[in-house]
């Protein structure tokens, strides 16, 4: 039996207004205007929800051969309108231009166009069934055009950038599709192909009325696709693709499909419902912004994710799996039960991940659950939470144009931690209970957070408010710190102590595990961390270990401390979480300036290239590893200790007989080498292309290889690039490889002009292009240089977040100051915010976040050189 922690009783429920996430100052405003004003707001939002019911849209898209050519288009709206209170607002993102005609009810009215809306007065309209039919000529921004091939990509307000929308996820419609496209083209939608009608150069896809869904779920792609047919336990499949590579092919569709057959079996029976939609395709693209997209029949996904060649390691594969079940789970979470306002979208994001590790753990052979789920969260959520700009997992929202800068590493990795907990809490079975029985009760509709704790809090003892408060309402994690005692050497005393990483005086309730270690064994206690202060008293009058490992299951949350004794002794951790944990609290530790210094670790993890058996921590040391050397180390440090580093990986990578753990260790010597013989020996291994023994490379891998070289200007005077891209036979890949480029050439002007074109809107269509590119301009190697990219990247950045999708800002971010350890860096951010003291605060809080690094690094450095001087 597990154990239960016991809250003070707090306040009930909150109320609907605080579930919606809409003040009630703002519902009292109802029966006033609704004001016109960018976006969707808050008070608009919920107006719309009260007045309208039943809503339809008809929709007719003409795509044309050319990209630039404009989409005429056509669209009804049929909907139920309940009380005529206000004029209606449609949301459409998009110039004045691009609306040609409206009719209301049969008859055309002139076009009143404000502010992203078009405005239909009250006299026009009528209580009960309306149609409005629009033409116009669709927008381009979430379109993603390319030369033989498009996709829409609507989340979370993008509808409206395609065409004119109710744009709020608590407004479900059917969507009746029609598109006409270039004859050799195909089209996918979320709704089954009722026709196809040929004509000339083109042809109709008429699809059938789509399930009842929200606005930012409404997708299609069309274009040059392969389809492949399979029926998995008895339903059939459409994927759609565009990769070339036939021994990619060969080697990824069974699992492909297996996998998405397992993740629909286990959600069927976890949630006891049946799949909820009329059918279920996929589709992978090239550069897809995301790994994948949700929608309702018609899953997106990027095409590298899925498609895994002979070399591919463990943990691609289960990436691949996570990938597939969290998409797959978004089924249920997110598509059948939808959030009623994105301040809640976190709810459908955690769901996935928490649903995804569980199916990973079932549809892979030898996976390790608990450590798949260490690696894969904790690091990504410590990278926000630690900042000074971290965010709560929930967060108010008035608006939903800014709905984008609510998304990153604490929904997605932060929250799933939280949700674990939350299970640990209740227990499996009731919290099994509680989400069947949220999952029935809104099914085709919307829940908030609220809503979902108010059922959970009816199977469990605890009382949830109080716990939500600190894990879901604030952000920022917990410090601890323990006390020992000991006479003739047992335990005579154990405190643990905790508070906020920021000093505050908070208490997160939370089970973790601490292991004793000692030469002959380890015995694990179990710690329910209710209050600030906790004496452990299963530990008094045991052995004094040789050192205490704590969170050594990998379930609690937090910087815990570390003990030095840990870092000479630490393979006697057989167990690869409490190593994966162990490797993650020293990073921390060096990070916070606590007991171990940047140059210290780095000899641990060297020391551990050659013990460490594990494949997953091995990807998570060496990782660790480059971090330390290119972000914490200085340039000159670099210089003098790179010969016997690049020795000990190629070393560590001869003696390995693993395959996976050779590519490992060949990626980590790719990454740091810096001396001569390095790079002559990585040189001949791209231009024979004959891999290390044991090391399986593809085309891929030799395209980041010359990438490498291309960096260090290796060979002088040999563009290695070109003859890569001549080598390279998918044209979407080679597309991608002329893009970059320019980012990587030796001549500073040729980078100036690379820089300079991204502040055109179109040399940024390619995110997943331009993140690779930033990071190849901004490389240490070429910091010096590139540093005075600094001031115009964030000046960029509300432009930025206008036109890219949600997460370029912080891809933008992250590419750009990733990697400077400057005060001179360090300074750009800090005068930058400080003459923007009225910053959107949550473009602020993502500078923050991706200028961490930066600062600690700066901190770092300066107390090395006190200590020199």
Known sequence: MKNIVSFPIKAGILSLALATGISCSQMASQSNSIAVETGVSASLANYRKQV???????????IPDQKDAPIVSTEKITLNLLEKKQPLQIDFKEKRENLKQVMVNGRTIPINFEKEHIIIP???????????????????LSLNRNEDYLYTLLVPDRARTVFPVFDQPDIKATFKLTLTIPKDWKAVANAPLQDIVAKDRQKTYRFEESDTISTYLFSFVAGDFDLVTRKVNDRLMNFYHRETDSSKINLSLDPIFKIHGDALAFMEDYTQVSYPFQKFDFVAI???????????????????????????????????????????????FGDLVTMRWFNDVWMKEVFANFMADKITQVSLENSNYDLKFLIDHFPAAYAVDRTTGANPIRQPLDNLQDAGTLYGGIIYHKAPVVMRQLERLMGEDAFKTGVREYIQKYAHSNASWPELIEIMDRHTPADLQSWNEVWVDEP????????MDSQN???????????GEDGTDRTWPQFFEMAFVYKDRVVELTVNMDSSKLSVDKAVGMEKPLFILFNSSGQGYGQFPVDTQMFQNLYLLEDPVRRASAYINIYESMLNRKRVKPEQLLQIYRNGLTQETEELNLKLMTSQLGDIYWNFTAPARRQEIVTELEKDIWQALQKTKQP?????LFKAYQNIFMTQ?????????????????????????????????????????????TKQLARIKNPDRKKRLEFIIPALSADVEVRDAFFSSLESEKNREKEAWVASALAYLHHPLRATTSEKYLRQSLELLEEIQMTGDIFFPANWLNATFGAYQTPAAATVVRSFLAERPDYNPKLKAKILQASDNLFRAEKLLEEKDQMIK
């Open 489 to 499: 050497d047992r335990i005579s005393e154990l405190t643990i102590l905790q508070k």
């Open 476 to 483: 920022g994690r917990p410090q601890f710190e323990y006390v």
């Open 122 to 140: 009250k006299k026009y309209l009528k209580e009960g069934q309306n149609t409005i039919a629009i033409d116009f000529i669709a927008g381009n």
């Open 286 to 332: 090239p550069d897809f912004q995301y790994g994948g997209m949700e929608h309702v029949g018609a899953i997106d996904y990027k095409a590298s994710t899925l498609f895994l060649d002979e070399g591919a390691t463990k943990d691609q594969k289960v990436s691949r799996s996570n990938l597939i079940a969290h998409e797959t789970a978004h089924m249920w």
């Open 677 to 721: 013989e390095a790079k002559e020996r990585l040189y001949q291994v791209w231009q024979r292309q004959e891999a290390p023994e044991g090391v399986k490379l593809t085309e891929d891998d030799y395209t980041s290889l010359a990438l490498a070289l291309a960096l260090r200007a290796y060979p002088s005077g040999n563009d290695i690039l």
């Open 52 to 62: 309208l019911d039943n809503v339809k849209y008809d929709l007719h898209l003409n």
């Open 660 to 664: 996976n753990q050779k590519k490992l």
